[in-house]
């Protein structure tokens, strides 16, 4: 596998060791030994989620506050999404930026996004299937949210034919001012 360091420690991109043959290919989508080595220190995870979503859906920009806080290894098996991760430790001297990568079934590209991040993807494909797994379970009281168009964090989606999807929630999340950090 080939790991790309991003302009944002501890933000990886992985392009797992892809077998093709005859029949199709095979990939090892995650090795816990490989992958611990390549964060650096041992990472558990506990949930297994998958979304599908069609062309124009944007979902984000998500994340989960302490005590659950959540990494996620994220990584789409049909379709394109334009996926992005927002710096929000507040420590940290990319705070507010953001690193964006497109992720397809065709580049079988994974992002390693640490605790610390607000996450998001904007599907480019007709349809996408979304995978990935989290350090730590779902927990609704610990979700937080920021606006995916905040002025100030500026991410420069791909344009649309149409204005994006998004949930109900995700129209009302706060902007950048108003968001909670990660101490
Ligand atoms: C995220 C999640 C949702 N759900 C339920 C709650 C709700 O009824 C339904 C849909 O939830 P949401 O609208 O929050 O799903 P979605 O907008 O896909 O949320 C996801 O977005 C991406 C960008 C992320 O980074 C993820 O961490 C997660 O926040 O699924 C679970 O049961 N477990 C989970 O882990």
Known sequence: MNIIRTDIADVLIIEPKVFGDARGF???????????????????FVQDNHSRSARGVL?????QLPPHAQGKLVRVTRGVVFDVAVDLRRSSPTLGRWICTELSADNHRELWIPPGFAHGFMVL????????????????????AVRWDDPELAIAWPALDTPPLLSAKDQQAPGWREARLFD
């Open 59 to 63: 979902r984000g920009l998500h994340y």
């Open 26 to 44: 095979f990939m090892e989508s995650w090795n816990q030994s490989r992958f611990d080595a390549a964060v650096g220190s041992p990472v558990r």
């Open 125 to 144: 494909s007709d349809s996408a299937d979304f995978l990935y797994k989290t350090t730590d379970y779902h927990a609704p009281d610990c979700e937080a």
